[in-house]
């Protein structure tokens, strides 16, 4: 089992920036990753991080806007966020699982943090 904890996340003006964090405790996996969920909305994927290699592949609406990185050593995944926009109103979640096939998919991830809101204005 591991404990993910989400931070950063905060209201925000159109075309401001947010670096969201995850601290991670307890077992280590392969692969961190970062969802949304706006209301009334499925969970959305947005970006995954290998730990090891540091690959990194993000969801189409992303188009270089946001980072994923991590620290191992403080065992911390961050999304900096920039360039946002009100349809980036969302809860933001931290996820950890193994799989690679298929890392978009939300069902493939094993734990999951609380959520952190990001909320931007218009």
């Known amino acids: 089992q591991v404990k993910l904890v989400e931070s950063g996340g905060g209201l925000v003006q159109a075309g401001g920036s947010l670096r969201l964090s995850c601290a991670a405790s307890?077992?280590?996996?392969?692969?961190y990753a970062w969802f949304r969920q706006a209301p009334g909305k499925e969970r959305q994927f947005v970006a995954v991080i290998r730990r090891i290699t540091g690959s990194t592949f993000y969801g189409d609406f992303v188009k270089g806007r946001f980072t994923i990185s991590r620290d191992n050593a403080k065992s911390t995944v961050y999304l900096q966020m920039n360039n946002l926009q009100p349809e980036d109103t969302a809860v933001y979640y931290c996820?950890?699982?193994?799989?690679?096939?298929?890392?978009?998919?939300?069902?493939?991830?094993?734990?999951w943090g609380q959520g952190t809101q990001v909320t931007v204005s218009s």
């Open positions: 996820a950890a699982g193994q799989s690679w096939i298929s890392y978009n998919n939300k069902n493939e991830y094993e734990d």
């Open positions: 307890g077992r280590t996996f392969s692969n």
